[in-house]
């Protein structure tokens, strides 16, 4: 009959040290997964990804590339194992061949890699706008650790463009410019069919940028500010290589926002004059010029420019 033993040593004799056997092994199991629960927060905090960049455009059926570059600011050698992704829409789909094709299986200490990461298949029947999503890298100490160790958010804007230019808003003092929000919608070329509209923040000296949500291809874009007249540029070329240097000029005295000046906005006009902000009869949309006094300043504008119509 074999006898138990604890060290060498009969656990009969030893009751107190029988009774402490399990505690130190429970002991021994929590120290060490506290060390492979410490390692893998190691590994999280020590490599960084940064894509390149994190946000692309593409249309309906593209597939659009996302680089990236992975660094091992830490001390020890990090495992890449594996690549997932949240929070995407069923009408864009990735694909992380590129990862495991491309992507060592791990990076030591200092090290870093620039590679193309994954890619998103975008559906042919997906809708224009944006899309948001994360990835993340897991691996670890060894080659079998599935912890989250790098993850980046991206985004892809399906039928986007980058439109850039300048609106003069005529007439207007040039340190109120900032700030001054503009509708800007784009249409089908010849008609005032919207296919999308946005409001505009301009900033120092009538600079703006914004992403449009449409299908390339040619279009008008009009702008309307406050108390301006909406402006139409005719027949733009929109792609997803961007678009740069739109210049609009926006004609000033529309106090009622009508897209006309006449009667009805003198008649605003003079019921705000001589007024001041917090005054009972201050009418922003009145103080033409944007010095903060509705005066005859405002009315040589308006009476300049009586009688004008925007565009449709």
């Known amino acids: 009959m074999r006898n138990n033993t604890l060290n060498g040593l009969p656990a009969t004799r030893f009751p107190v040290l029988q009774k402490l056997r399990r505690p130190i092994i429970n002991l021994r199991v929590g120290l060490v997964l506290l060390a492979v629960s410490y390692l893998a927060i190691a590994a999280n905090a020590q490599l960084v990804l940064q894509l390149n960049p994190a946000g692309q455009t593409g249309e309906p059926g593209d597939a659009v590339t996302y ?4 660094t091992n ?10 690549i ?17 094709d491309d992507w060592p299986i791990s990076l030591a200490p200092g090290d870093s890699i620039t ?21 993340t890298i897991s691996g670890g100490a060894d080659g079998f650790a599935s912890d989250p160790v790098a993850s980046s958010d991206f985004q892809v804007s399906v039928g986007a463009c980058t439109v850039s230019g300048t609106v ?14 503009v509708t800007m919608e784009i249409r089908l070329p010849g008609t005032t069919t919207v296919v999308d509209s946005q409001t505009l923040t301009l900033e120092a000296g009538g600079s703006f940028s914004f992403t449009a949500h449409c299908q390339t291809g040619t279009y008008d874009i009009a702008m ?3 108390h301006w007249l909406r402006k139409k540029v005719p027949n ?8 740069t240097g739109l210049t609009i000029s926006l004609v000033n005295g529309d106090i009622n926002g009508d897209n006309r000046i006449n009667l009805a906005d003198f ?8 007024s001041a902000p917090g005054g009972s009869n201050w009418n922003q949309n009145a103080d033409l010029n944007g010095d903060g006094h509705v005066n005859l300043g405002d009315f040589a504008i308006l009476r300049t420019n009586f009688g004008l119509i925007g565009d449709p």
Request: glycine share 10%; no cysteine.
């Open 236 to 243: 733009v070329n929109l792609s997803t290589a961007g678009l």
């Open 224 to 226: 309307k500010a406050s």
């Open 84 to 100: 997932g992704f949240n929070n995407l829409q069923n009408l864009i789909v990735p694909d992380d061949s590129l990862f495991f």
């Open 267 to 274: 008649a605003q006009l003079r019921t705000a004059f001589g």
């Open 67 to 70: 680089n990236a570059t992975l």
């Open 73 to 82: 600011n830490g001390t020890t050698t990090v495992f890449l194992n594996g």
């Open 168 to 181: 003069t808003l005529q007439d207007y003092a040039a340190a109120a410019v900032a700030g001054t929000p």
């Open 115 to 135: 590679a193309d990461l994954f890619q998103v298949a975008l559906d042919p029947s997906v809708a224009y706008g944006d899309y948001a999503g994360s990835v």
